[in-house]
Nanobody
Framework: QAQLVESGGGLVQPGGSLTLSCVAA????????MGWFRQPPGQEREFVAA????????YYSDSVKGRFTISRDSAKNTVYLQMNNLKLEDTGVYYC?????????????????????????WGQGTQVTVSS
């Protein structure tokens, strides 16, 4: 059984940094695309970033591009989200997910269907609060 467990959330000031981790058990994950979503308070869950496990190709939402970096460590079965220059609007519950699909299909389906698209696996989420 596959299981994704996020950690690393917390309280940070605007302009600060946090790195989230998602430990992915139950692989292999070589045929999967891994992603991060977030859900701001009172809003729908939104896409943040994705990475193809096999080759490391990435895709970012416009709101985080240039500030966030998604990566994976195959030996540790872990996906990371390095978040720099955090803004108030980055506050929310961050979720790790996985789909057995190409990066292109993952991104296309996510952007087309949004919250209605059920990804194969979801973590439980970790809270990130950006506040001064």
């Amino acid at each position: 059984q596959a299981q994704l467990v996020e950690s690393g959330g917390g309280l940070v000031q605007p302009g600060g940094s946090l790195t989230l981790s998602c430990v992915a058990a139950g692989g292999p994950w070589s045929r999967y695309t891994m992603g991060w979503f977030r859900q701001p308070p009172g809003q729908e869950r939104e896409f943040v970033a994705a990475i193809a496990w096999s080759d490391g190709d990435t895709y970012y939402s416009d709101s985080v591009k240039g500030r966030f970096t998604i990566s994976r460590d195959s030996a540790k079965n872990t996906v990371y989200l390095q978040m720099n220059n955090l803004k108030l609007e980055d506050t929310g519950v961050y979720y790790c997910n996985a789909d057995r699909s190409s990066l292109g299909m993952y991104v296309s389906t996510t952007l087309t269907l949004g919250a209605s698209y059920e990804h194969d696996y979801w973590g439980q989420g970790t809270q990130v609060t950006v506040s001064s």
